[in-house]
T-cell receptor
C-alpha cells in the first residue's frame, strides 16, 4: 500500500516564487526522504530527515517533519525553471531502506 | 562513474512472451531494488536484495522473478508477460541495507505489453 501521500498533486508557479509540497503517512517511520524526477529520468535523492529531527535544510530546500501529525513538507525557495519536475516523498518504516513512495507532486516553474 | 545502468531502455512484448530486465551498479553497493512506476501510483517495490545471495519479495512480486547474479548485477524476469505489466521499471541500489542512506536510481526501462 502507498505510505506517502503528497498534496497538492500539481503545482504551477512563476520563477522566483516558493513551492511547498506536503506528504502524509500512516505508520511510524525511521526516516523520510524526498526525491526529484525529471521527465523520462530516474529519481534523484534530495534530502533525508530522520524521525528525531524536525527540520532540515539543503541549499534552497527546507524539509520539516511532524511525527505527531505524521506529515512532512518540502519547501523550494526562489524556484527556477530547472526545478520543473515531479517530487516524491518516501518513508522508511523499518530502517532497512525498503522505501514506500507517495504518488508524487508535479511542479512546473514558469520562466 | 556510470552509477546504476539499466538495459534495455525500451521494450515491447506480446502477451505471453518472456524477457529479462538487466541492472548493474558500479558503486560497490550492497542492496539493490526493483520498482515499477505506473501513472498516478507512485513507485511500488517488486523485489529487493539486501545483499549478494539474498532476495525478498516486495509489495507487488506476482508475475516476476529476480536473480542477484553477483554484487553488481540484479536482474528482473517476466516469465509470461501480461498487459498489466506495462509500466516503467526502475532499478535502485544503496550502500547499506540499514536505514538512512539515499537510493541511487537508474533511468528506467519502459515496457509495453500488447
Amino acid at each position: 500500500s502507498q505510505q506517502g501521500e503528497e498534496d497538492p498533486q500539481a503545482l504551477s508557479i512563476q520563477e522566483g516564487e516558493n513551492a511547498t509540497m506536503n506528504c502524509s503517512y500512516k505508520t511510524s517511520i525511521n526516516n523520510l526522504q524526498w526525491y526529484r524526477q525529471n521527465s523520462g529520468r530516474g529519481l534523484v535523492h534530495l534530502i533525508l530527515i530522520r524521525s528525531n529531527e524536525r527540520e532540515k535544510h539543503s541549499g534552497r530546500l527546507r524539509v520539516t517533519l511532524d511525527t505527531s501529525k505524521k506529515s512532512s513538507s518540502l519547501l523550494i525557495t526562489a524556484s527556477r525553471a530547472a526545478d520543473t519536475a515531479s517530487y516524491f516523498c518516501a518513508t522508511d518504516v523499518g530502517g532497512n531502506n525498503r522505501l514506500a513512495f507517495g504518488k508524487g507532486n508535479q511542479v512546473v516553474v514558469i520562466p | 562513474n556510470a552509477g546504476v545502468t539499466q538495459t534495455p531502455k525500451f521494450q515491447v512484448l506480446k502477451t505471453g512472451q518472456s524477457m529479462t530486465l538487466q541492472c548493474a551498479q558500479d558503486m560497490n553497493h550492497n542492496s539493490m531494488y526493483w520498482y515499477r512506476q505506473d501513472p498516478g501510483m507512485g513507485l511500488r517495490l517488486i523485489y529487493y536484495s539486501a545483499s549478494e545471495g539474498t532476495t525478498d519479495k516486495g509489495e507487488v512480486p506476482n508475475g516476476y522473478n529476480v536473480s542477484r547474479l553477483n554484487k553488481r548485477e540484479f536482474s528482473l524476469r517476466l516469465e509470461s508477460a501480461a498487459p498489466s505489466q506495462t509500466s516503467v521499471y526502475f532499478c535502485a541500489s544503496v550502500k547499506t541495507g540499514t536505514g538512512g542512506s539515499p537510493l541511487h536510481f537508474g533511468n528506467g526501462t519502459r515496457l509495453t505489453v500488447t
